[in-house]
């Protein structure tokens, strides 16, 4: 594996071990020396069928980590409309499309864990599970708390306690919210700028919050998130900023 992506993966996992707050954990296989194979685990969400149990992610590193997503998959089985009831192979934006070099292991499970808040039964990875939850949501409810009991450890509580809503309507607009929230923070992490104008320099090794540092030092116009070209003199001013240069 090379340098870089070992340091990088080692910092990631270091900073999970170091988050107390949001229960997120994650540790490589074994005797800990092979970083390209995690086990990660999060908390079912409140207020869904899948409170109190505890969710084990097979995460597999490729060669070409960080500009490839992680690979992975639920290890505990889990009744979603989202991952597959036999495989635990997972349908999420973020784990393909969506993917960028400046996302984590961290956030990666992170979005996995707000999956199960947000099911969305019209894109579906088990179409067993999506049809159910279109036809019968209370059955669906029952079912998916009935497997996080069996499989996750979640604590038993009978039909109506709590809440797992998970209506059709409320998991669109939770979705809706979920991806809305995802957007914003996205727009801050790149400070307001363009992300393929910021990923350009952060694809050339540079730490994505320097890069929007050296970009506000320069006094780049963010162009309300738009792409476009840079003056060959505002690169070369960037570049030196990054480098450390005078």
């Known amino acids: 594996m090379s340098s870089s992506r070992t340091r990088r993966i080692a910092k990631e996992v270091a900073d999970i071990h170091s988050d107390s707050l949001s229960n997120i954990k994650a540790d490589p296989v074994g005797n800990g020396d092979d970083l390209t194979h995690l086990k990660g685990s999060f908390k079912g969400p409140p207020g869904t069928p899948y409170e109190g149990g505890t969710y084990t992610i097979d995460v597999k590193i490729p060669n070409d980590y960080p500009f490839r997503p992680p690979v992975m998959k639920f290890d505990t089985k889990v009744w979603h409309p989202n991952v597959s009831s036999q495989t635990g192979a997972i349908c999420l934006d973020t784990l393909s499309t969506a993917w960028s070099p400046v996302l984590t292991v961290k956030s990666a499970l992170l979005s996995l864990q707000s999956l199960l808040s947000t ?7 088990d179409a ?3 049809g159910m939850l279109t036809r019968n949501p209370r059955e669906f409810e029952r079912v998916a708390h009935e497997w996080a009991v069996k499989y996750a450890g979640a ?14 309507e409320t998991a669109k607009q939770k979705q809706k919210r979920s991806k ?4 914003a923070e ?10 393929q104008m910021i990923n350009r320099f952060v694809w050339m090794g540079f730490d994505l919050d320097r890069v929007v540092s050296a970009f506000d030092y320069v006094g780049i116009d963010p162009n309300d998130g738009e792409d476009y070209e840079l003056e060959e003199a505002y690169i070369g001013d960037i570049t030196a900023r990054l480098l450390g240069e005078p």
């Open 180 to 183: 809305e929230e995802e957007a």
């Open 119 to 125: 099911p969305e039964p019209k894109d579906p990875q």
């Open 186 to 195: 996205r727009a801050a992490m790149y400070g307001g700028y363009n992300e």
């Open 128 to 130: 067993e599970v999506a």
């Open 155 to 168: 604590p038993k509580k009978e039909t109506g306690e709590g809440g797992g809503g998970s209506k059709p």
